[in-house]
């Protein structure tokens, strides 16, 4: 899968222009928040900014800052379509995170859980990857669920976002035939 296709099934999830009242990220636009885009712009930025944002500046934003800039790029192919939409769902250092967490779970660490990418957990995430194959997808994906649930036992005004949080990471579960 290639960073285009990631960013069409990125982009369907996320959709267009949001503004909920409980949303932590407030005004979205393409999942970008207000934040985001006056980061990526270097200047303040108004809810009429976010609403108007273009879909290519989206992409930009999501390909520098998402998957490049985190390098996720060079993370196994198959586990970046789920770190990508992690990235981009929770920042990156998080979704690294999961993967780091996961690769010691498993006992393919030890890999300091620091959120960044680099030469430790490359190798860790391609062992662990390559010998776990889909299950690792699995525990990826477990690890995401439960940080749901614990954003939502820390402020249970979150739940109402619980079930579309569990369908994004469910997304990414696979089907395995034992």
């Not at 009242?21 to 207000?34: C, L, Q, R, V």
């Amino acid at each position: 899968m290639t960073i285009n296709d990631m960013l069409t099934d990125l982009l369907a999830k996320e959709g267009g222009f949001v503004n909920h009242p409980d949303d932590k990220g407030g005004a979205t636009n393409f999942g970008i928040t207000h934040k985001t885009l006056s980061d990526y712009l270097n200047k303040p930025v108004s809810v009429d900014d976010v609403k108007s944002l273009k879909i290519e500046t989206a992409k930009d934003i999501y390909k520098k800052k998402y998957y490049k800039q985190p390098k996720i790029d060079r993370l196994p192919t198959e586990l970046q379509p789920f770190l990508f939409d992690a990235a981009v769902n929770h920042g990156p250092r998080r979704a690294i995170r999961f993967l780091q967490n996961a690769c010691n779970q498993y006992n393919f660490g030890p890999i300091d859980s620091d959120g960044l990418v680099g030469p430790n957990t490359c190798n860790k995430a391609t062992e662990c990857y390559t010998a776990l194959n889909n299950w690792m997808m699995v525990a990826l994906v477990n690890e995401r669920q439960r940080f749901y649930v614990d954003i939502v036992d820390k402020n249970p005004r979150q739940s109402v976002f619980l079930k579309g949080w569990f369908n994004r990471a469910n997304s990414f579960m696979p089907v395995i035939s034992v």
